[in-house]
């Protein structure tokens, strides 16, 4: 046993000798250099472990950057743990403050592209210093581009400051900036463009017109006589004789003007000065009194009463408009006076709602902005550059055209206390002066919206220069808009909407409540409630006979061509007039007819030649099918129908037929419709329901709480049934300070003055029902009751921008109300409605449509 023990314990012994024999202890060595030289004796490190960092070394002029592995660039990390040999370098980068000095002197020295233009990287060309710019000036971009500089502002030096930073090192750096003037315009190139109408309101055949650019140079310029010459071919009223005459390289343009109405004649001129650069009329009327009469008849039943001692004006004082304060140049070319296109055009036409647009290829006569998917809408939009980059040249005179246009176009400017609208545009101005007409288009509807914040201004379409099927964003977020477009939503849609949602008993979504409330209703016996959401004018002839002229005259057709048969009796007939570019369209009204009467007539169709065509639907306009005959190679399409209701026998008429019946029809018979069409026929339709359910109706309110306005044409016809009397309307233009107070008769309308009258306003009653509020307390025409209204004081104008952007704003002609006697001591003083009419009653939202709180002030006023 005991050699046994002995013998494993030696064998034991031997082989743990033979693993530890095995067991070798490795050592590495690591040497430091700097340049050449050995900078620290090396160090002898075990496998495994790692070695410690040495004191950093110094070179002069040099910052050190750590220690590299032997032929290469890679930082080595201490925390390595060593398994090999290692030679490591310093590595050194040049100073970071001489770094920075090294990008500055850099570029100082390549600053300026041209005099127009900085250079400012964002990364020093030489070491990579980071640069970062503040700019406080209006006339320098971020992207480095210059603005000529203000002739107004004293100012001929701007500064920038960088602040350049490598590692932690900063240097900041402040340069004075000279700043470039406006340099006179050259022209050089020619461009003879198509011009063709694309409204019916004046048609001016088609033609073509000469636009001027300078050498490679995108924004049009033209010789505001060819311009005048163009118009003179249906938008210049006939009876205008305008003469031109050159002296000294100034254009005078003067003409007489008498006007009818009030038996006045008035002497108006406007001087176009190149050496003064200025625009002046002796009075603002001068790019208004030549205008032709629109196609649309908007005055019917409206008189002036002359004679009233009460009328007042007050004359304006001339107008002066000074291109040099924005930038830009009228010049003389081939011996005639040449003006930036866009100013020409908002100057001459601006006042009619008619526009002469320009998209680089083409010129387009339109009234009004055209609506997205409409054919004019579609013709503006297609152009050659479409998808394209904006010339910067172009962008600017956009910008300078767009300060020029808030100056002095925009109603509200004097309202809102605002010098001038560049102080605006210039906190955007990198937004607006870009290549990217996207950007610019979002810029100005942001701008509008969140900055601007009325409601009478607003973002028509975007540039041609963009996608066609380009739309600017549109937050659906109440919180992204202005104060006032909040209020208007809080306070009016969703407010009242949430009234009527009680009254009618129906779950409110978004403002869909105001189609909830009848036309009308009554409150007790003797008080009605007529609805009136807004005011609304058609392009109506009214007689008391059948018109054949009339007829023969909308279908643009001789009156020996016998188009309809002969309507026999009726007390009153409405001719609607829906023509277009395209079609030719009649709806016709006629009171007085029972509802036998529509058979009797469809059997004279037929007797006439006309084909009855119809087919099995279930589309409710098409169930009757429609009438149909050839007539000097047209195609007429005819339907006739009868409303029960009303009690009104309808014909339309078109000079088209659909390919086959189950399109969709252009002319579809709808009497409710034509008749909410023109508010003048709709208050008669519903006086005469209102009167004929109750007999004794003795009080009307007028609800207008979700009248947000319309033409004012239609205003005055519909005060024309609630007074007999001439009603004051008072005006005031902040082009040339112009105030005014007329006295206006309605003549022609069924009288419903004596009835009792009152008016329910709330915040959504704004912009011509406004007016109406107005009007009824300068004129003491019945009670106010509900809350004040929505405000709203000028008319809008459309405006036309040089990137083809289009917006609608408030316009320079205020409506309001004067006080005083016109003596020394109590003078004439004209008050804007721009911010509502206090009602006389006071009525919360909630009870707008309580029918005991109504008749409580009603009865017991």
Request: glycine letters at 4%; charged letters at 20%; one cysteine or more.
């Amino acid at each position: 046993m005991m050699f046994k023990k002995v013998s494993f314990s030696f064998a034991m012994i031997i082989i743990l000798t033979t693993l530890m024999s095995c067991v070798k202890s490795s050592f590495y060595t690591v040497t430091f250099y700097v340049d050449d030289t050995i900078f620290d004796s090396y160090q002898t490190i075990e496998e495994g472990d790692t070695i410690s960092e040495p004191t950093e070394p110094i070179k002069d002029d040099f910052d050190f950057a750590g220690w590299t592995i032997d032929d290469s660039e890679i930082i080595f990390d201490f925390n390595t743990k060593i398994e090999k040999d290692y030679i490591l370098r310093a590595t050194w980068v040049v100073d970071a403050q001489a770094a920075i000095l090294e990008d500055v002197e850099s570029f100082e020295e390549n600053m300026y592209i041209n005099e127009n233009q900085l250079n400012l990287l964002s990364t020093g060309s030489i070491n990579g210093s980071h640069i970062n710019w503040t700019i406080d000036s209006n006339y320098i971009l971020s992207n480095g581009m210059i603005l000529p500089i203000d002739e107004k502002d004293d100012t001929l030096e701007n500064s920038i400051t960088a602040i350049f930073t490598l590692r932690d090192a900063t240097i900041e750096k402040t340069y004075t900036i000279d700043l470039p003037e406006d340099e006179p315009i050259n022209i050089s190139e020619i461009k003879n463009v198509e011009y063709e109408s694309l409204t019916t309101e004046f048609e001016l055949p088609d033609q073509n017109l000469t636009l001027y650019f300078e050498e490679d140079g995108h924004v049009p310029y033209v010789k505001v006589s060819d311009f005048y010459a163009l118009l003179d071919t249906g938008f210049i009223d006939n009876d205008i004789d305008m003469s031109l005459s050159t002296e000294n390289d100034i254009l005078k343009m003067t003409y007489s003007y008498e006007d009818v109405d009030f038996n006045e004649t008035y002497e108006l001129s406007c001087w176009i000065d190149p050496s003064e650069n200025t625009i002046r009329v002796n009075n603002s009327s001068f790019f208004s009194a030549y205008l032709e009469t629109t196609e649309t008849n908007y005055s019917r039943h409206i008189f002036y009463d002359l004679d009233n001692e009460l009328n007042y004006f007050e004359e304006g004082d001339e107008v002066i408009y000074d291109l040099s304060d924005y930038h830009m140049d009228i010049s003389i070319y081939d011996g005639e006076v040449v003006v930036p296109y866009y100013i020409v055009n908002q100057l001459f036409t601006g006042d009619s709602y008619f526009n002469i647009y320009y998209n680089q290829d083409n010129l387009y006569g339109i009234y009004s902005l055209p609506s997205e998917g409409a054919s004019e809408y579609e013709n503006l939009k297609q152009s050659s550059v479409n998808d394209g980059e904006l010339p910067i040249d172009l962008a600017l005179h956009n910008f300078n055209v767009l300060a020029f246009d808030l100056d002095y176009f925009y109603g509200l400017k004097d309202i809102m206390d605002i010098d001038s609208y560049y102080d605006l545009l210039y906190t955007y101005k990198d937004s607006l002066i870009t290549t990217n007409s996207e950007v610019i288009d979002q810029k100005i509807y942001d701008m509008i919206v969140d900055d601007l914040d009325e409601l009478h201004t607003s973002y028509g379409f975007s540039s041609y220069y963009n996608d066609v099927d380009f739309e600017v964003s549109r937050s659906s977020y109440i919180e992204d808009y202005g104060d006032r477009f909040q209020a208007f939503y809080f306070d009016g849609v969703w407010a009242v909407d949430a009234a009527i949602s009680v009254k009618w008993d129906y779950s409110p979504f978004y403002g869909s409540g105001s189609g909830e409330r009848p036309y009308y209703w009554f409150l007790d016996n003797k008080t009605a409630m007529l609805t009136f959401d807004s005011f609304n004018t058609a392009d109506i002839i009214e007689s008391s006979t059948y018109d054949i002229s009339t007829i023969s005259e909308i279908l643009d057709v001789s009156e020996t061509v016998s188009i309809l048969p002969q309507i026999e009796g009726g007390t009153k007939y409405f001719y609607y007039n829906y023509s277009n570019n395209d079609q030719r369209m009649l709806e016709l009204l006629v009171k007085g007819k029972n509802a036998s009467y529509a058979q009797t007539y469809v059997d004279a169709l037929i007797d006439s030649g006309y084909e009855h065509i119809n087919e099995d639907t279930d589309v409710s306009y098409k169930l009757e099918g429609y009438y149909t005959k050839e007539i000097n190679n047209v195609n007429y399409m005819v339907l006739v129908t009868y409303d029960d209701t009303l009690d009104l026998f309808y014909i339309g008429v078109i000079n088209e037929t659909p390919d086959v019946f189950s399109d969709q029809w252009l002319l579809i018979p709808d009497v409710m419709g034509s008749v909410l069409s023109d508010s003048a026929v709709y208050m008669e339709m519903m006086l005469e329901e209102i009167v004929e359910e109750q007999p004794g109706v003795e009080n009307v309110i007028l609800d207008v709480t979700w009248n947000t306005g319309g033409n004012i044409g239609a205003l005055f016809r519909v005060l024309g049934f609630i007074t007999d009397e001439a009603f004051s309307i008072s005006s005031y233009s902040r082009t040339d300070d112009t105030m005014s107070r007329i006295y206006v008769d309605i003549d022609g309308v069924p009288s419903y003055a004596y009835l009792n009258w009152s008016l329910l306003t709330s915040p959504l009653t704004f912009s011509a029902a406004n007016e109406l509020s107005t009007i009824f307390r300068a004129n003491d025409l019945g009670y106010i009751i509900g809350s004040t209204s929505g405000g709203g004081t000028s008319s809008i104008t459309p405006i036309m921008l040089p990137s083809g952007s289009a917006i609608s704003m408030s316009s320079n002609n205020q409506n309001g109300y004067i006080t005083g006697t016109g003596l020394e001591d109590d003078p004439y003083v004209f008050h804007h409605n721009e911010f509502g009419i206090d009602p006389d009653y006071d009525l919360i939202t909630a009870y707008l449509y309580d029918s005991e709180r109504l008749l409580d002030i009603i009865y017991n006023d």
